[in-house]
């Protein structure tokens, strides 16, 4: 085969086959390249048999009722399911329900969670209030803890590890497989938000049970959808994971699976290109005289940097940003007032750049998470460099301009 573009050798390339392929009707189904939007709620059967037939099918991708899902929502489960390496999503109606309902199947009270200190923020809120509320307990730890000092911290009850690798904020890579063993060793199930090492982390081959994308990230990708995805590979967990994903009424629009499942056909290129141009930028910025430091996974002071390059095959184009002390928050206000290209706002995996202040929003209760200076969350999109570039410029110069009286 003279074309390098089916290389097998490649991964990434290989990956970005897959991608044009995967939930896709079959090239004889019915002619067209998609699959089509389903919309329903009652599903009609020929006969009552056929109907009790179908019934007993609840937790296979049977078409029993509208919220059991519709040949739009299968399509979209069988390819995030693929670019996890697992064997059976579960889509639910957001990133924040994709980490909600496996903690809910696999929790129950008079039990005991483990959870990074630098997990998501809403992340935080549900374990310190529904799930405390129901007589579960939380502790948080170190995101960087060694698995002697994890080992520490499981309890008889504890029945989950949560992992977030590299966790909200501030980045930390975790230890997914050594962190995985003790958890496992203790009778747990690890859960992990995947939704930064989407392709470039498999959770599956590092001890992970459970694996979370908020689908409105990067496989979304344009910013006009939110959607999650729950992928195990064990049956067990399946069962579990479906019962009470059903239990909850979990549902998403198929109009939204839709998109997502269009948003997957450029995947490979959006995170190549991304990749490379949040690349580009973090060691730009870390060359700046205002930056102290850049926490970007694949740059060498990043907590977790030797982990990333063990573990990740590539990075995401979100990272944060930590200015020298001299810069205070009303400095930092009027760089990001400032800048005309980047968005303000939050979310993150879309086309656009984006930029928001970080400091005020960490909460830590582990003690983990001070570096040293007003911190900066950006996301790099698909405009060109050099235009991202200046507008960083110009953002500095009112960063300048404030700290220099
Ligand atoms: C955005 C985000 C989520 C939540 O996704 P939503 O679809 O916005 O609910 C979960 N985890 C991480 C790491 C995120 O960045």
Same mark, same amino acid.
């Given at each position: 085969m003279p074309d390098d573009r089916l290389d097998e050798t490649s991964e990434t390339t290989r990956f970005a086959t897959r991608l044009t392929q995967v939930g896709r009707p079959g090239a004889r189904a019915h002619g067209f390249v998609n699959t089509a939007v389903v919309r329903g709620s009652t599903v009609l059967h020929p006969d009552l048999a056929h109907r009790k037939s179908v019934e007993s099918l609840r937790n296979e991708q049977a078409m029993v009722y509208g919220t059991h899902g519709t040949p739009t929502h299968f399509a979209l489960e069988n390819a995030i399911a693929e670019i996890e390496g697992g064997t059976r999503c579960q889509i639910v109606s957001s990133g924040l329900s994709a980490i909600t309902t496996p903690l809910l199947a696999f929790l129950k009270t008079g039990e005991?969670?483990?959870?990074?200190?630098?997990?998501?923020?809403?992340?935080? #809120?549900?374990?310190?209030?529904m799930l405390a509320?129901?007589?579960?307990?939380?502790?948080?730890? %170190?995101?960087?803890? $060694?698995?002697?000092? @994890?080992?520490?911290?499981?309890?008889p009850e504890t029945r989950v590890l949560f992992l977030e690798s590299p966790g909200s904020h501030t980045f930390e890579v975790q230890d997914v497989p050594a962190l995985s063993a003790v958890a496992h060793a203790h009778g747990a199930r690890v859960l992990m938000d995947n939704t930064w090492g989407i392709h470039f982390f498999q959770p599956f081959r590092?001890?992970? %049970?459970?694996?979370?994308?908020?689908?409105?990230k990067y496989i979304g990708g344009h910013s006009d959808i939110i959607l999650g995805a729950v992928t195990?590979?064990?049956?067990?967990?399946?069962? #579990?994971?479906?019962?009470?994903?059903?239990? @909850?009424?979990?549902?998403?629009?198929?109009?939204?699976?839709?998109?997502a499942l269009r948003g997957i056909r450029s995947l490979g290129v959006r995170l190549k290109h991304q990749m490379a141009a949040g690349l580009e930028v973090a060691n730009w910025l870390a060359e700046?005289?205002?930056?102290?430091?850049? @926490?970007?996974?694949?740059?060498? %002071?990043?907590?977790?940097?030797?982990?990333?390059?063990?573990?990740?095959?590539?990075?995401?184009?979100?990272?944060?940003?930590?200015?020298?002390?001299n810069h205070?928050?009303?400095?930092?206000?009027?760089?990001?007032?400032?800048m005309t290209l980047?968005?303000?706002?939050?979310?993150?995996?879309?086309?656009?750049?984006?930029?928001?202040?970080?400091?005020? $929003?960490?909460?830590?209760?582990?003690? $983990?998470?001070?570096?040293?200076?007003?911190?900066m969350r950006l996301h790099i999109g698909l405009e060109d460099v050099a235009d991202i570039k200046a507008d960083l410029e110009r953002g500095f110069a009112k960063l300048n301009e404030v700290t220099g009286g």
């Open positions: 005991h969670v483990l959870v990074p200190d630098c997990v998501y923020g809403p992340t935080r #809120r549900f374990c310190d209030g509320g129901l007589g579960i307990k939380t502790t948080y730890y %170190d995101p960087m803890i $060694t698995p002697e000092a @994890l080992e520490g911290l499981m309890r590092h001890g992970v %049970d459970v694996s979370i994308q908020a689908a409105t195990v590979a064990d049956e067990s967990d399946w069962h #579990r994971l479906r019962d009470a994903s059903m239990a @909850l009424g979990q549902y998403a629009s198929p109009d939204d699976c839709w998109l700046r005289p205002e930056v102290l430091r850049v @926490l970007h996974p694949a740059l060498p %002071d990043s907590p977790g940097h030797a982990l990333w390059k063990r573990d990740f095959t590539g990075a995401s184009s979100l990272f944060g940003v930590v200015l020298k002390p205070g928050v009303d400095a930092v206000g009027a760089m990001i007032d400032g980047f968005g303000i706002g939050a979310s993150w995996g879309g086309f656009e750049s984006l930029i928001l202040p970080t400091s005020g $929003t960490i909460q830590r209760t582990a003690g $983990t998470g001070k570096f040293g200076g007003e911190m």
